[in-house]
Protein backbone atom coordinates (compact mmCIF):
# COMPACT_ATOMS: atom_id res chain seq x y z
CA UNK A 1 0.00 0.00 0.00
CA UNK A 2 1.50 3.55 -0.58
CA UNK A 3 1.34 6.05 2.31
CA UNK A 4 1.69 9.75 2.52
CA UNK A 5 5.05 9.16 3.12
CA UNK A 6 6.09 7.82 -0.50
CA UNK A 7 6.13 4.39 -1.70
CA UNK A 8 10.04 3.82 -0.28
CA UNK A 9 10.19 6.10 2.75
CA UNK A 10 9.19 4.73 6.28
CA UNK A 11 5.61 4.01 6.46
CA UNK A 12 3.37 5.62 9.21
CA UNK A 13 1.66 3.75 11.79
CA UNK A 14 -1.21 5.20 13.51
CA UNK A 15 -3.35 3.87 16.47
CA UNK A 16 -6.35 5.92 17.75
CA UNK A 17 -8.01 6.36 21.69
CA UNK A 18 -11.47 7.66 21.68
CA UNK A 19 -12.98 8.92 24.65
CA UNK A 20 -16.90 9.06 24.01
CA UNK A 21 -19.55 10.38 27.02
CA UNK A 22 -21.96 8.63 26.86
CA UNK A 23 -25.41 9.26 26.54
CA UNK A 24 -26.97 8.85 30.03
CA UNK A 25 -29.34 11.41 32.24
CA UNK A 26 -26.64 10.52 35.25
CA UNK A 27 -22.97 10.12 36.43
CA UNK A 28 -21.01 6.45 36.17
CA UNK A 29 -20.95 6.03 39.66
CA UNK A 30 -23.69 8.65 41.48
CA UNK A 31 -27.33 10.26 40.82
CA UNK A 32 -25.96 13.33 39.85
CA UNK A 33 -27.51 14.56 36.48
CA UNK A 34 -25.15 14.40 33.53
CA UNK A 35 -26.54 17.07 31.61
CA UNK A 36 -23.91 19.22 29.65
CA UNK A 37 -23.86 23.39 30.30
CA UNK A 38 -25.34 23.69 34.02
CA UNK A 39 -23.86 26.22 36.10
CA UNK A 40 -20.13 25.16 37.72
CA UNK A 41 -20.26 22.89 40.55
CA UNK A 42 -24.43 22.39 40.70
CA UNK A 43 -24.34 18.55 39.92
CA UNK A 44 -21.85 17.43 42.85
CA UNK A 45 -22.06 14.89 45.41
CA UNK A 46 -19.74 13.34 47.73
CA UNK A 47 -19.61 10.34 45.19
CA UNK A 48 -18.08 12.74 42.35
CA UNK A 49 -16.29 14.64 45.22
CA UNK A 50 -14.30 11.96 46.45
CA UNK A 51 -15.85 12.47 49.84
CA UNK A 52 -14.79 9.83 52.39
CA UNK A 53 -16.99 6.71 52.81
CA UNK A 54 -19.24 7.60 49.47
CA UNK A 55 -19.48 4.33 47.70
CA UNK A 56 -19.86 4.53 44.16
CA UNK A 57 -22.60 2.65 42.10
CA UNK A 58 -22.00 1.52 38.35
CA UNK A 59 -24.77 3.17 36.53
CA UNK A 60 -26.98 -0.07 34.44
CA UNK A 61 -27.90 2.47 31.48
CA UNK A 62 -24.11 3.34 31.31
CA UNK A 63 -23.07 -0.43 31.33
CA UNK A 64 -25.63 -0.87 28.55
CA UNK A 65 -24.51 1.56 26.33
CA UNK A 66 -21.23 0.42 26.76
CA UNK A 67 -22.17 -3.18 25.41
CA UNK A 68 -24.14 -1.95 22.50
CA UNK A 69 -21.36 0.27 21.29
CA UNK A 70 -18.94 -2.83 21.75
CA UNK A 71 -21.09 -5.52 19.98
CA UNK A 72 -21.38 -2.56 17.41
CA UNK A 73 -17.43 -3.02 17.10
CA UNK A 74 -17.45 -6.37 16.84
CA UNK A 75 -16.25 -7.31 20.01
CA UNK A 76 -15.85 -9.92 22.06
CA UNK A 77 -17.95 -8.86 25.10
CA UNK A 78 -16.80 -10.13 28.77
CA UNK A 79 -18.95 -11.60 30.97
CA UNK A 80 -16.80 -10.85 34.05
CA UNK A 81 -15.07 -7.46 33.62
CA UNK A 82 -12.84 -5.23 36.48
CA UNK A 83 -13.29 -1.57 37.68
CA UNK A 84 -9.93 -0.51 39.11
CA UNK A 85 -8.60 3.15 40.34
CA UNK A 86 -5.81 4.55 37.79
CA UNK A 87 -3.72 6.88 40.12
CA UNK A 88 -2.60 10.26 39.38
CA UNK A 89 -2.94 13.96 41.26
CA UNK A 90 -4.67 16.43 38.79
CA UNK A 91 -6.58 19.55 40.65
CA UNK A 92 -9.60 18.62 38.48
CA UNK A 93 -9.56 15.27 40.07
CA UNK A 94 -10.42 15.02 43.53
CA UNK A 95 -10.28 11.83 44.21
CA UNK A 96 -6.45 11.03 43.66
CA UNK A 97 -7.48 8.45 41.20
CA UNK A 98 -9.71 7.81 38.07
CA UNK A 99 -12.11 4.83 38.47
CA UNK A 100 -11.43 3.13 34.48
CA UNK A 101 -11.21 -0.69 33.61
CA UNK A 102 -8.21 -2.27 33.42
CA UNK A 103 -7.83 -5.98 32.92
CA UNK A 104 -10.42 -7.61 31.84
CA UNK A 105 -12.09 -3.98 29.80
CA UNK A 106 -15.67 -4.56 28.87
CA UNK A 107 -14.81 -5.99 25.67
CA UNK A 108 -12.28 -6.25 23.44
CA UNK A 109 -11.37 -7.79 19.90
CA UNK A 110 -13.18 -5.89 18.02
CA UNK A 111 -12.86 -4.19 14.21
CA UNK A 112 -13.98 -1.57 12.37
CA UNK A 113 -14.12 -2.03 8.49
CA UNK A 114 -13.14 1.51 6.66
CA UNK A 115 -13.04 2.45 3.24
CA UNK A 116 -9.55 3.73 1.83
CA UNK A 117 -9.17 7.08 1.11
CA UNK A 118 -8.97 6.10 -3.00
CA UNK A 119 -13.04 4.99 -1.83
CA UNK A 120 -12.44 0.98 -3.83
CA UNK A 121 -10.87 -1.09 -1.27
CA UNK A 122 -11.93 -1.55 2.96
CA UNK A 123 -9.15 -1.92 5.82
CA UNK A 124 -10.51 -3.88 8.46
CA UNK A 125 -8.77 -1.40 11.81
CA UNK A 126 -8.37 -3.92 14.65
CA UNK A 127 -10.22 -2.38 18.23
CA UNK A 128 -8.32 -3.46 20.63
CA UNK A 129 -10.06 -2.55 23.57
CA UNK A 130 -13.32 -1.34 24.81
CA UNK A 131 -13.94 0.18 28.00
CA UNK A 132 -15.88 2.44 31.04
CA UNK A 133 -14.43 5.11 32.91
CA UNK A 134 -15.20 8.27 34.53
CA UNK A 135 -14.59 11.79 33.33
CA UNK A 136 -12.66 14.27 35.28
CA UNK A 137 -13.73 17.77 35.95
CA UNK A 138 -12.24 21.06 33.81
CA UNK A 139 -10.56 23.48 34.91
CA UNK A 140 -11.85 27.26 34.10
CA UNK A 141 -8.61 29.06 32.88
CA UNK A 142 -10.57 31.89 32.04
CA UNK A 143 -13.91 32.52 33.53
CA UNK A 144 -11.98 34.16 36.73
CA UNK A 145 -9.58 36.73 36.06
CA UNK A 146 -6.08 36.04 37.23
CA UNK A 147 -7.51 32.83 39.24
CA UNK A 148 -8.43 29.29 37.93
CA UNK A 149 -11.50 27.65 39.09
CA UNK A 150 -12.72 24.26 38.63
CA UNK A 151 -16.24 22.60 37.82
CA UNK A 152 -16.75 19.08 38.68
CA UNK A 153 -20.11 18.84 37.04
CA UNK A 154 -18.25 16.90 34.94
CA UNK A 155 -16.19 14.30 37.23
CA UNK A 156 -17.76 10.93 37.25
CA UNK A 157 -19.69 11.32 33.82
CA UNK A 158 -19.84 8.24 31.89
CA UNK A 159 -17.07 7.78 29.28
CA UNK A 160 -16.63 4.57 27.19
CA UNK A 161 -13.03 4.79 25.83
CA UNK A 162 -12.11 3.24 22.47
CA UNK A 163 -8.35 2.01 21.47
CA UNK A 164 -7.49 1.07 17.77
CA UNK A 165 -4.97 -1.00 17.04
CA UNK A 166 -1.84 0.82 15.12
CA UNK A 167 -3.24 -0.42 11.99
CA UNK A 168 -4.09 3.04 10.17
CA UNK A 169 -1.78 4.03 7.92
CA UNK A 170 -2.21 7.52 6.95
CA UNK A 171 -3.62 10.81 8.19
CA UNK A 172 -6.04 10.80 5.97
CA UNK A 173 -7.55 7.07 6.98
CA UNK A 174 -7.15 8.00 10.32
CA UNK A 175 -10.26 10.34 9.50
CA UNK A 176 -12.21 7.93 7.52
CA UNK A 177 -12.03 5.91 10.45
CA UNK A 178 -13.12 8.66 12.80
CA UNK A 179 -15.77 9.66 10.60
CA UNK A 180 -17.31 5.98 10.85
CA UNK A 181 -17.05 5.69 13.92
CA UNK A 182 -18.58 8.84 14.88
CA UNK A 183 -21.68 7.85 12.64
CA UNK A 184 -21.92 4.74 13.67
CA UNK A 185 -22.01 5.17 17.41
CA UNK A 186 -24.35 8.03 16.81
CA UNK A 187 -26.71 5.50 15.05
CA UNK A 188 -26.31 3.28 17.87
CA UNK A 189 -27.48 6.39 20.29
CA UNK A 190 -24.68 5.73 22.50
CA UNK A 191 -23.63 9.40 22.33
CA UNK A 192 -23.94 12.51 21.19
CA UNK A 193 -20.82 12.41 19.67
CA UNK A 194 -20.88 16.72 20.10
CA UNK A 195 -17.01 17.50 19.41
CA UNK A 196 -17.58 21.02 20.78
CA UNK A 197 -19.25 20.04 23.87
CA UNK A 198 -16.38 17.72 24.33
CA UNK A 199 -18.50 14.19 23.88
CA UNK A 200 -16.39 12.69 21.69
CA UNK A 201 -12.13 13.67 22.24
CA UNK A 202 -9.06 11.82 20.27
CA UNK A 203 -6.10 11.40 21.23
CA UNK A 204 -3.64 9.96 18.20
CA UNK A 205 -0.51 8.35 18.22
CA UNK A 206 1.68 8.11 15.74
CA UNK A 207 5.05 6.59 14.62
CA UNK A 208 7.45 6.01 11.55
CA UNK A 209 8.42 2.18 10.78
CA UNK A 210 10.75 0.91 8.03
CA UNK A 211 9.50 -1.21 5.57
CA UNK A 212 11.91 -3.88 6.69
CA UNK A 213 10.26 -4.64 9.82
CA UNK A 214 12.16 -2.80 12.26
CA UNK A 215 10.72 -1.89 14.96
CA UNK A 216 9.34 1.36 15.14
CA UNK A 217 11.11 4.33 16.36
CA UNK A 218 9.99 6.78 18.98
CA UNK A 219 6.38 7.47 19.18
CA UNK A 220 4.42 10.74 19.85
CA UNK A 221 1.30 10.72 21.43
CA UNK A 222 -1.15 13.70 20.17
CA UNK A 223 -3.65 15.31 22.47
CA UNK A 224 -6.06 18.44 22.04
CA UNK A 225 -7.06 17.19 18.81
CA UNK A 226 -10.71 18.88 19.04
CA UNK A 227 -12.05 18.02 15.24
CA UNK A 228 -11.36 14.95 12.83
CA UNK A 229 -9.39 17.87 10.57
CA UNK A 230 -7.12 18.72 12.93
CA UNK A 231 -6.43 14.97 13.92
CA UNK A 232 -5.66 15.13 10.22
CA UNK A 233 -3.48 18.13 10.23
CA UNK A 234 -1.87 17.33 13.12
CA UNK A 235 -0.76 13.67 12.21
CA UNK A 236 0.44 14.98 8.72
CA UNK A 237 2.81 17.66 10.72
CA UNK A 238 3.77 14.81 13.04
CA UNK A 239 5.13 12.74 10.32
CA UNK A 240 6.97 15.39 8.61
CA UNK A 241 8.53 16.05 11.78
CA UNK A 242 9.47 12.40 12.63
CA UNK A 243 10.99 12.55 8.91
CA UNK A 244 12.82 15.60 8.88
CA UNK A 245 14.58 14.20 12.38
CA UNK A 246 15.21 10.65 10.87
CA UNK A 247 16.79 11.92 7.62
CA UNK A 248 18.70 13.95 9.41
CA UNK A 249 20.15 10.99 11.53
CA UNK A 250 18.40 12.18 14.68
CA UNK A 251 16.10 9.64 16.61
CA UNK A 252 12.75 10.78 17.63
CA UNK A 253 12.18 10.60 21.00
CA UNK A 254 8.73 9.40 22.77
CA UNK A 255 6.95 11.75 24.17
CA UNK A 256 3.53 13.14 24.65
CA UNK A 257 2.27 16.22 22.55
CA UNK A 258 -0.24 19.41 22.06
CA UNK A 259 -1.39 20.06 19.14
CA UNK A 260 -1.76 24.03 19.17
CA UNK A 261 -4.64 25.09 16.41
CA UNK A 262 -3.43 28.63 16.12
CA UNK A 263 0.28 27.79 14.84
CA UNK A 264 -0.67 24.79 13.24
CA UNK A 265 2.21 22.57 14.97
CA UNK A 266 2.68 20.24 17.98
CA UNK A 267 4.45 20.85 20.82
CA UNK A 268 5.97 18.93 23.40
CA UNK A 269 3.95 18.07 26.56
CA UNK A 270 5.99 15.41 28.56
CA UNK A 271 8.28 12.71 27.73
CA UNK A 272 6.65 9.48 27.47
CA UNK A 273 10.06 8.30 29.87
CA UNK A 274 8.53 10.44 32.55
CA UNK A 275 5.12 9.07 31.80
CA UNK A 276 3.45 9.05 34.93
CA UNK A 277 2.66 5.27 37.09
CA UNK A 278 -0.66 4.75 37.50
CA UNK A 279 -0.20 1.82 39.94
CA UNK A 280 -3.52 0.40 38.74
CA UNK A 281 -5.57 -1.21 41.41
CA UNK A 282 -8.69 -3.35 41.49
CA UNK A 283 -11.85 -0.75 42.91
CA UNK A 284 -11.98 -2.18 46.23
CA UNK A 285 -15.84 -0.29 46.50
CA UNK A 286 -17.19 -2.29 43.07
CA UNK A 287 -17.17 -5.91 42.60
CA UNK A 288 -16.52 -7.40 39.33
CA UNK A 289 -18.78 -6.45 36.59
CA UNK A 290 -20.74 -9.77 35.44
CA UNK A 291 -23.09 -9.78 32.69
CA UNK A 292 -25.01 -13.03 31.76
CA UNK A 293 -24.84 -13.89 28.03
CA UNK A 294 -28.22 -13.53 27.58
CA UNK A 295 -28.38 -9.91 28.70
CA UNK A 296 -25.77 -9.31 26.23
CA UNK A 297 -27.60 -11.01 23.38
CA UNK A 298 -30.51 -9.03 24.51
CA UNK A 299 -28.34 -5.57 23.83
CA UNK A 300 -27.34 -6.96 20.29
CA UNK A 301 -30.85 -7.07 19.24
CA UNK A 302 -31.33 -3.19 19.97
CA UNK A 303 -28.09 -2.91 17.63
CA UNK A 304 -29.70 -0.85 14.22
CA UNK A 305 -29.54 -1.21 10.97
CA UNK A 306 -25.49 0.18 10.84
CA UNK A 307 -25.24 3.73 9.04
CA UNK A 308 -22.66 1.73 6.19
CA UNK A 309 -25.57 -1.47 5.52
CA UNK A 310 -27.71 1.54 5.04
CA UNK A 311 -25.99 3.41 2.37
CA UNK A 312 -25.31 0.21 0.56
CA UNK A 313 -29.00 -1.25 0.77
CA UNK A 314 -30.00 2.74 -1.06
CA UNK A 315 -27.70 2.21 -3.60
CA UNK A 316 -28.41 -1.61 -4.24
CA UNK A 317 -32.94 -1.82 -3.34
CA UNK A 318 -33.69 2.20 -4.40
CA UNK A 319 -31.12 3.32 -6.67
CA UNK A 320 -30.09 5.94 -5.30
CA UNK A 321 -26.39 6.77 -6.42
CA UNK A 322 -23.56 6.14 -3.75
CA UNK A 323 -22.91 9.92 -3.38
CA UNK A 324 -26.27 10.32 -2.19
CA UNK A 325 -26.61 7.51 -0.08
CA UNK A 326 -24.22 8.62 2.06
CA UNK A 327 -25.45 12.10 2.28
CA UNK A 328 -28.74 10.67 3.20
CA UNK A 329 -27.43 8.02 5.67
CA UNK A 330 -25.38 11.12 7.48
CA UNK A 331 -27.46 10.79 10.07
CA UNK A 332 -30.05 8.01 11.20
CA UNK A 333 -32.94 11.12 11.57
CA UNK A 334 -32.36 12.21 8.05
CA UNK A 335 -31.92 8.96 6.59
CA UNK A 336 -34.96 7.88 8.46
CA UNK A 337 -37.23 10.65 6.95
CA UNK A 338 -35.71 9.89 3.72
CA UNK A 339 -37.03 6.34 4.09
CA UNK A 340 -40.38 7.90 4.72
CA UNK A 341 -40.73 9.82 1.13
CA UNK A 342 -40.11 6.76 -0.03
CA UNK A 343 -42.38 4.64 1.57
CA UNK A 344 -45.16 7.36 1.31
CA UNK A 345 -44.84 6.56 -2.67
CA UNK A 346 -42.22 9.20 -4.37
CA UNK A 347 -39.96 7.88 -6.73
CA UNK A 348 -36.85 7.42 -4.67
CA UNK A 349 -34.07 9.58 -7.53
CA UNK A 350 -36.55 12.48 -6.65
CA UNK A 351 -36.98 12.08 -3.12
CA UNK A 352 -33.34 11.95 -2.96
CA UNK A 353 -32.88 15.17 -4.73
CA UNK A 354 -35.92 16.99 -2.78
CA UNK A 355 -34.41 15.99 0.66
CA UNK A 356 -30.80 16.81 -0.08
CA UNK A 357 -31.44 19.85 -1.94
CA UNK A 358 -34.93 21.68 -0.67
CA UNK A 359 -35.02 19.59 2.64
CA UNK A 360 -31.64 20.53 4.06
CA UNK A 361 -31.99 24.22 3.27
CA UNK A 362 -34.78 24.86 4.57
CA UNK A 363 -33.92 22.60 7.63
CA UNK A 364 -30.37 25.20 7.84
CA UNK A 365 -32.40 27.85 7.19
CA UNK A 366 -35.23 27.26 9.83
CA UNK A 367 -32.47 26.46 12.17
CA UNK A 368 -34.21 23.30 13.24
CA UNK A 369 -34.03 19.76 13.23
CA UNK A 370 -35.77 17.32 11.65
CA UNK A 371 -37.51 16.36 14.65
CA UNK A 372 -39.03 19.85 14.66
CA UNK A 373 -39.21 20.22 10.91
CA UNK A 374 -42.80 21.03 9.46
CA UNK A 375 -42.97 19.38 6.58
CA UNK A 376 -43.62 15.49 6.94
CA UNK A 377 -42.56 13.27 4.67
CA UNK A 378 -46.21 11.87 3.56
CA UNK A 379 -46.41 15.87 2.91
CA UNK A 380 -43.45 16.11 0.76
CA UNK A 381 -44.71 12.50 -1.01
CA UNK A 382 -47.38 14.53 -1.76
CA UNK A 383 -46.09 17.09 -3.62
CA UNK A 384 -43.72 15.18 -5.34
CA UNK A 385 -46.84 12.90 -6.52
CA UNK A 386 -49.10 16.64 -7.82
CA UNK A 387 -45.36 17.58 -9.67
CA UNK A 388 -44.95 13.94 -11.27
CA UNK A 389 -48.82 13.78 -12.75
CA UNK A 390 -48.19 16.86 -13.82
CA UNK A 391 -50.94 19.25 -11.53
CA UNK A 392 -47.90 21.22 -10.62
CA UNK A 393 -44.89 22.24 -12.62
CA UNK A 394 -41.15 21.76 -11.67
CA UNK A 395 -40.95 25.58 -11.50
CA UNK A 396 -44.16 26.26 -9.31
CA UNK A 397 -43.26 23.21 -6.52
CA UNK A 398 -40.48 25.43 -5.40
CA UNK A 399 -42.51 28.08 -3.98
CA UNK A 400 -45.28 25.58 -3.02
CA UNK A 401 -42.40 23.92 -0.55
CA UNK A 402 -41.47 27.08 0.69
CA UNK A 403 -45.15 27.52 1.68
CA UNK A 404 -45.37 24.10 3.43
CA UNK A 405 -41.94 25.23 4.90
CA UNK A 406 -43.80 28.08 6.31
CA UNK A 407 -47.64 26.53 7.17
CA UNK A 408 -46.79 23.17 7.96
CA UNK A 409 -49.76 22.43 5.38
CA UNK A 410 -50.07 19.95 2.49
CA UNK A 411 -49.37 21.07 -0.58
CA UNK A 412 -52.38 20.07 -1.94
CA UNK A 413 -54.20 22.10 0.33
CA UNK A 414 -52.00 25.61 -0.47
CA UNK A 415 -53.19 24.68 -4.06
CA UNK A 416 -56.65 24.76 -3.38
CA UNK A 417 -56.42 27.98 -1.18
CA UNK A 418 -54.73 29.97 -3.71
CA UNK A 419 -56.62 28.43 -6.61
CA UNK A 420 -52.96 27.49 -7.94
CA UNK A 421 -53.81 23.96 -9.04
CA UNK A 422 -53.69 22.78 -12.23
CA UNK A 423 -56.50 21.98 -13.61
CA UNK A 424 -57.29 18.51 -15.98
CA UNK A 425 -60.97 18.57 -15.75
CA UNK A 426 -61.68 16.83 -19.51
CA UNK A 427 -65.32 19.18 -18.80
CA UNK A 428 -63.83 22.25 -18.27
CA UNK A 429 -60.67 21.79 -20.93
CA UNK A 430 -63.13 20.96 -23.57
CA UNK A 431 -65.39 24.28 -22.85
CA UNK A 432 -62.42 26.43 -22.78
CA UNK A 433 -61.39 24.84 -26.09
CA UNK A 434 -65.04 24.90 -27.81
CA UNK A 435 -65.06 29.34 -26.46
CA UNK A 436 -61.88 29.69 -28.38
CA UNK A 437 -62.49 27.53 -31.33
CA UNK A 438 -65.67 29.54 -31.43
CA UNK A 439 -64.00 32.87 -31.21
CA UNK A 440 -61.49 32.52 -34.24
CA UNK A 441 -63.46 30.23 -37.31
CA UNK A 442 -61.06 31.97 -39.41
CA UNK A 443 -58.04 30.78 -37.73
CA UNK A 444 -59.81 27.42 -37.49
CA UNK A 445 -60.33 27.08 -41.52
CA UNK A 446 -56.90 28.17 -42.26
CA UNK A 447 -55.54 25.46 -39.48
CA UNK A 448 -57.83 23.06 -41.16
CA UNK A 449 -56.04 24.12 -44.58
CA UNK A 450 -52.88 23.09 -43.59
CA UNK A 451 -51.28 26.04 -41.27
CA UNK A 452 -50.38 23.63 -38.35
CA UNK A 453 -48.12 26.32 -37.19
CA UNK A 454 -51.58 28.03 -35.74
CA UNK A 455 -51.59 25.53 -32.95
CA UNK A 456 -49.17 27.13 -30.71
CA UNK A 457 -51.48 30.14 -31.18
CA UNK A 458 -54.39 28.38 -29.89
CA UNK A 459 -52.70 26.58 -27.07
CA UNK A 460 -51.50 30.06 -26.21
CA UNK A 461 -55.66 31.32 -26.06
CA UNK A 462 -56.77 28.38 -24.30
CA UNK A 463 -54.36 28.61 -21.67
CA UNK A 464 -55.37 32.55 -21.38
CA UNK A 465 -58.85 31.75 -21.30
CA UNK A 466 -58.19 29.57 -18.09
CA UNK A 467 -56.54 31.81 -16.33
CA UNK A 468 -53.25 29.93 -16.96
CA UNK A 469 -55.02 27.00 -14.74
CA UNK A 470 -55.35 24.73 -17.38
CA UNK A 471 -52.31 21.52 -17.26
CA UNK A 472 -50.56 22.30 -21.22
CA UNK A 473 -50.12 18.28 -20.71
CA UNK A 474 -53.90 17.90 -20.83
CA UNK A 475 -54.64 20.98 -23.31
CA UNK A 476 -52.73 19.62 -25.86
CA UNK A 477 -54.17 16.36 -26.86
CA UNK A 478 -57.48 17.58 -26.68
CA UNK A 479 -57.00 20.75 -28.51
CA UNK A 480 -55.69 18.28 -31.57
CA UNK A 481 -58.55 16.57 -31.06
CA UNK A 482 -61.00 19.57 -31.48
CA UNK A 483 -59.18 20.81 -34.67
CA UNK A 484 -58.70 17.53 -36.50
CA UNK A 485 -62.54 17.49 -35.83
CA UNK A 486 -63.79 18.34 -39.37
P1 LIG B 1 0.41 2.94 26.13
O1 LIG B 1 0.20 1.89 27.15
O2 LIG B 1 1.79 3.44 26.02
O3 LIG B 1 -0.63 4.04 26.18
P2 LIG B 1 -0.88 1.18 24.33
O4 LIG B 1 -0.21 -0.07 23.90
O5 LIG B 1 -1.96 1.12 25.34
O6 LIG B 1 0.22 2.21 24.73
O7 LIG B 1 -1.48 1.84 23.04
C1 LIG B 1 -2.10 3.05 23.09
C2 LIG B 1 -2.40 3.48 21.68
O8 LIG B 1 -1.20 3.65 20.95
C3 LIG B 1 -3.24 2.49 20.89
O9 LIG B 1 -4.21 3.19 20.15
C4 LIG B 1 -2.24 1.85 19.96
O10 LIG B 1 -2.85 1.48 18.75
C5 LIG B 1 -1.26 2.95 19.73
N1 LIG B 1 0.09 2.46 19.40
C6 LIG B 1 0.76 1.47 19.97
N2 LIG B 1 1.97 1.31 19.38
C7 LIG B 1 2.06 2.26 18.41
C8 LIG B 1 3.05 2.63 17.46
N3 LIG B 1 4.23 2.02 17.37
N4 LIG B 1 2.79 3.65 16.63
C9 LIG B 1 1.62 4.30 16.68
N5 LIG B 1 0.65 4.00 17.56
C10 LIG B 1 0.86 3.00 18.41
MG1 LIG C 1 -3.02 4.02 26.81
Keep these: MSTETGDNGPEAVIGLEIHVQLATMSKMFCADPAEYGRPPNSAVCPVCLGLPGALPVPNAKAVELGIRAALGLHCEVHE ?40 YAISRVGIRRVHLEEDSGKLLHERLPGRTGIDLNRAGIPLLEIVTEPELRSPRQARAFLDRLKRALEYMRVSDCNMEEGSLRVDANISLQDRE ?8 ELKNLNSFRNVERALRFEIDRHAGIRSSGGEVTSETMLWDDAAAETRGMRSKEAAPDYRYLPEP ?31 SDLGVSAEHAHVLTASRELADYYEAVVAASAEPGDAANWVLGEVLAALKSEGCGLESFPVRPADLAGMLDLVASGRLSRAASRDVFGRMVETGKPAAQILGDDGMLRIRDEDAVRGWIDAVLAEHS ?16 FMGRVMRRSGGKADPDRVRPLLLEALEES
Design 80 to 119: RSVFARKHYFYPDTPKGYQITQYDPPLASKGYLDVPDPDG
Design 213 to 220: GVAPAGRT
Design 285 to 315: DIPPLVVASERIEGIRGTLPEMPWARCARLV
Design 442 to 457: GEVRRYREGENQLFDF
